[in-house]
């Protein structure tokens, strides 16, 4: 069944915006931790991140590349649409604020 409002292709676009913002979250946090700029908020991501930055990229990757793939798996529902779109939400208000912490050290 196609959905009239948010169709796979669309639905696939929004993972790989989410990959992208994923994407620039990872360097972003990596160059504010890097310069004692911000901290990570994540507990579980600061202890990936102590302990491996490139487990803290790998992780920051994969996980939108995973969705990416279950989204071509299964039967697209109402409830995937609002998860996918509450999640760029998070991560675009995540990127708002990065960008406004680089502002404030540029």
Not at 16 to 24: A, E, N, V
Not at 49 to 70: A, G, Q
């Amino acid at each position: 069944m196609k959905l009239a409002f948010f169709p796979r292709s669309k639905l696939f676009f929004a993972g790989l915006l989410l990959l992208f913002l994923s994407i620039l979250d990872s360097i972003f946090t990596d160059f504010g931790i890097r310069h004692n700029h911000i901290t990570e908020a994540n507990p579980l991501m600061k202890l990936v991140y102590e302990n491996s930055v490139f487990w803290f990229y790998s992780l920051k990757i994969m996980f939108p590349l995973l969705l990416l793939y279950i989204l071509s798996k299964v039967q697209l529902k109402r409830s995937l649409q609002l998860l996918m779109g509450a999640a760029i939400v998070l991560y675009s208000s995540v990127f708002i604020q990065h960008v406004w912490w680089i502002s404030l050290v540029i």
